[in-house]
């Protein structure tokens, strides 16, 4: 998370917009994300560049040789009135040139403006930001949790950013592979489609593709990744989302992770024209699907493609999300997904029309239940993981209580101790879950069969099967306690009388 001193920056750089006129929060967030980019980007082809001469490669960078009077560290160093110019009039239709021509950033970028019309707001963005340690760690994520979190609580859908150590929890009990097809129906920021970028380029790194920086900060360049280079550019990532300020964002931290042209549409993926408009996409079109749908809203019925409605007849998004998933897998596909709690329970006919489909016609695998708390500062309601894979059937589900993702459970999300909580332990158990000589239901991990889910209306929260332990209490005689209750009111009452002489 990040510290006192630059959550400080950042109030101040917030205030500065709020004064200088632009008082809309998401909008603050947006010029902000902007200048982001400008620096993010420059530090990008900066390192690129250090990558090919390392390699002794050809390098075909974001900016030509007239364009390098456009990079952050270039434009930030101008007089005021200069920068503005600069900016507004060259910097922002760069952007709308990156990537190649099926490019969806350009797309989202056309409509992108420079709304600081004060030079000296932008001479103090700049500064501001150039200021922040950008490239610590993930900072990034970090800074955007921060800044949305301004905004108080989540969108009136129920949308919000999903930490970071949670979408990496996801993407590494799922494994993606570089040559799967990957989408997000409701991609935001496109956190877990960066998740599964990132997950990659580690995992397919050799020792010596990865390149420590200066600042001790490794890169690992996923060179045993260029099989799969043309795949991972044009077809691998795949993301939908009905707000433009958010695809923007996500456009641009997909590009700055090195996916150039990522498959990112404006699309309620519920409704009726989303299998019209991508029929390959909407039905049977992805190996894995990862996803934090929006929790809470309701929809207009007729709005609802039948395909969803027809499995799992209800208004709520959390419930038609989950249908809608898996319409959009193949056979075999598989789905890490977030869930409010009520879906694992909710006596509905929906909730538990639901609950017997996944558990009846596919493969639910787990049930991974966190604290409530976990999505603070927007909204405190508990929820769960839910992964499983299209088709088959359920013979087991694993279930794991998560008690602690490594941060505090109020608004603050402070990390306590190294930051982890449970999270490396669900790791060790999942991969081991099969060779498990023990099934002790008073741990934080069991199987529970799945004839007992179904004696159970299909329930899949985790307290309805685990068994908790309890120590039985053990008190001292009553006359033991009397006797001492005696003592302690003779000792008050010579301690009075000894206060008592001393006041005459």
Same mark, same amino acid.
């Given at each position: 998370?990040?510290?006192g001193t630059?959550?400080?920056q950042i109030?101040?750089?917030w205030t500065e917009f709020?004064?200088g006129g632009i008082?809309?929060?998401?909008?603050?967030?947006e010029?902000?994300?902007?200048?982001?980019?400008?620096?993010?980007l420059?530090?990008?082809?900066?390192?690129?560049?250090k990558r090919?001469?390392?390699?002794?490669?050809?390098?075909?960078g974001q900016?030509?040789v007239k364009e390098?009077?456009?990079?952050? /560290?270039n434009?930030?160093?101008?007089?005021?009135?200069?920068m503005?110019?600069?900016?507004?009039?060259e910097?922002?239709?760069?952007?709308r040139?990156?990537?190649?021509?099926?490019?969806?950033f350009?797309?989202?970028?056309t409509?992108a403006?420079?709304?600081?019309?004060?030079?000296?707001l932008?001479?103090?963005a700049?500064?501001m930001?150039?200021a922040?340690p950008?490239t610590?760690?993930?900072?990034?994520?970090?800074l955007?949790?921060?800044?949305?979190?301004?905004?108080?609580?989540a969108g009136?859908?129920g949308q919000f950013?999903t930490p970071?150590h949670i979408i990496?929890?996801?993407?590494d009990?799922i494994?993606?592979?570089?040559n799967?097809i990957?989408?997000d129906?409701?991609c935001?920021?496109?956190?877990?489609?960066?998740?599964?970028m990132?997950?990659?380029l580690?995992?397919?790194t050799s020792?010596?593709?990865?390149?420590?920086?200066?600042d001790g900060?490794k890169t690992?360049t996923?060179?045993?990744l260029?099989?799969?280079?043309?795949?991972?550019?044009?077809?691998?990532?795949h993301g939908?989302?009905f707000?433009?300020?958010?695809l923007?964002?996500?456009?641009?931290n997909? &590009?700055?992770?090195?996916?150039?042209?990522?498959?990112?549409?404006y699309?309620?993926t519920?409704?009726?024209?989303?299998?019209?408009?991508?029929p390959?996409?909407?039905t049977?079109g992805?190996?894995?699907?990862l996803?934090?749908?929006?929790?809470?809203?309701?929809?207009?019925?007729?709005d609802v493609?039948?395909?969803i409605?027809?499995k799992v007849k209800?208004k709520?998004?959390?419930?038609l999300f989950?249908?809608?998933?898996?319409r959009?897998?193949?056979?075999?596909?598989?789905?890490a997904?977030?869930?409010?709690?009520g879906?694992?329970?909710?006596s509905?006919?929906a909730?538990?029309d639901?609950?017997?489909l996944?558990?009846?016609?596919n493969? !639910?695998?787990?049930?991974?239940s966190?604290?409530?708390?976990v999505?603070?500062p927007?909204a405190?309601v508990s929820t769960?993981?839910m992964?499983f894979t299209?088709?088959?059937?359920?013979?087991?589900?694993w279930?794991?209580?998560m008690?602690s993702?490594?941060f505090s !459970?109020d608004?603050?999300?402070e990390?306590?101790?190294?930051?982890?909580?449970d999270?490396p332990d669900?790791?060790?158990?999942w991969f081991a879950?099969e060779?498990?000589?023990k099934n002790?239901r008073?741990a934080k991990h069991?199987f529970?069969?799945v004839k007992?889910i179904r004696?159970?209306?299909?329930?899949?929260?985790?307290?309805?099967?685990r068994?908790?332990?309890?120590?039985?209490?053990t008190?001292?005689?009553?006359q033991?306690i009397m006797q001492?209750?005696? /003592?302690?009111d003779?000792e008050?009452?010579?301690? &009075?009388?000894e206060l008592?002489a001393l006041?005459k």
């Amino acid at each position: 998370m990040i510290t006192g001193t630059l959550r400080n920056q950042i109030d101040k750089l917030w205030t500065e917009f709020w004064t200088g006129g632009i008082t809309n929060p998401l909008t603050v967030i947006e010029q902000i994300s902007f200048l982001m980019f400008s620096r993010l980007l420059d530090i990008t082809e900066t390192r690129a560049e250090k990558r090919s001469s390392r390699l002794s490669k050809p390098f075909k960078g974001q900016f030509s040789v007239k364009e390098q009077k456009l990079r952050w /560290s270039n434009f930030k160093n101008l007089p005021a009135e200069q920068m503005l110019k600069t900016v507004r009039d060259e910097v922002f239709p760069h952007f709308r040139n990156l990537g190649d021509s099926e490019s969806t950033f350009a797309e989202y970028m056309t409509d992108a403006q420079l709304l600081i019309q004060k030079p000296s707001l932008l001479v103090s963005a700049v500064n501001m930001i150039d200021a922040l340690p950008l490239t610590e760690g993930d900072t990034k994520g970090d800074l955007y949790e921060y800044l949305l979190g301004k905004l108080t609580t989540a969108g009136i859908n129920g949308q919000f950013r999903t930490p970071r150590h949670i979408i990496r929890l996801m993407v590494d009990l799922i494994e993606p592979k570089p040559n799967e097809i990957i989408g997000d129906p409701a991609c935001g920021t496109a956190g877990f489609l960066v998740g599964v970028m990132q997950h990659l380029l580690e995992k397919y790194t050799s020792p010596q593709g990865i390149v420590t920086h200066d600042d001790g900060q490794k890169t690992y360049t996923g060179d045993l990744l260029e099989p799969y280079r043309k795949h991972i550019q044009t077809q691998l990532f795949h993301g939908y989302d009905f707000d433009a300020t958010m695809l923007r964002i996500a456009a641009m931290n997909l &590009m700055l992770h090195g996916v150039d042209s990522p498959d990112i549409h404006y699309q309620d993926t519920l409704s009726n024209s989303f299998p019209e408009k991508f029929p390959k996409q909407a039905t049977d079109g992805f190996d894995v699907i990862l996803a934090n749908p929006p929790f809470k809203g309701s929809l207009d019925e007729s709005d609802v493609h039948s395909s969803i409605t027809g499995k799992v007849k209800t208004k709520k998004t959390e419930l038609l999300f989950v249908a809608l998933i898996l319409r959009m897998l193949k056979l075999g596909g598989r789905a890490a997904i977030i869930v409010p709690d009520g879906v694992l329970f909710g006596s509905s006919n929906a909730h538990r029309d639901l609950r017997k489909l996944l558990v009846d016609e596919n493969q !639910l695998e787990a049930v991974i239940s966190m604290p409530s708390g976990v999505f603070k500062p927007y909204a405190g309601v508990s929820t769960a993981i839910m992964i499983f894979t299209k088709g088959g059937k359920t013979d087991r589900v694993w279930f794991y209580k998560m008690e602690s993702d490594g941060f505090s !459970l109020d608004d603050k999300r402070e990390k306590i101790g190294d930051g982890t909580g449970d999270l490396p332990d669900i790791r060790e158990k999942w991969f081991a879950r099969e060779k498990a000589k023990k099934n002790d239901r008073k741990a934080k991990h069991f199987f529970v069969p799945v004839k007992e889910i179904r004696d159970n209306k299909f329930d899949l929260s985790i307290n309805r099967y685990r068994e908790t332990e309890y120590e039985e209490a053990t008190f001292d005689p009553p006359q033991e306690i009397m006797q001492r209750l005696r /003592s302690l009111d003779e000792e008050v009452s010579r301690d &009075m009388d000894e206060l008592e002489a001393l006041l005459k």
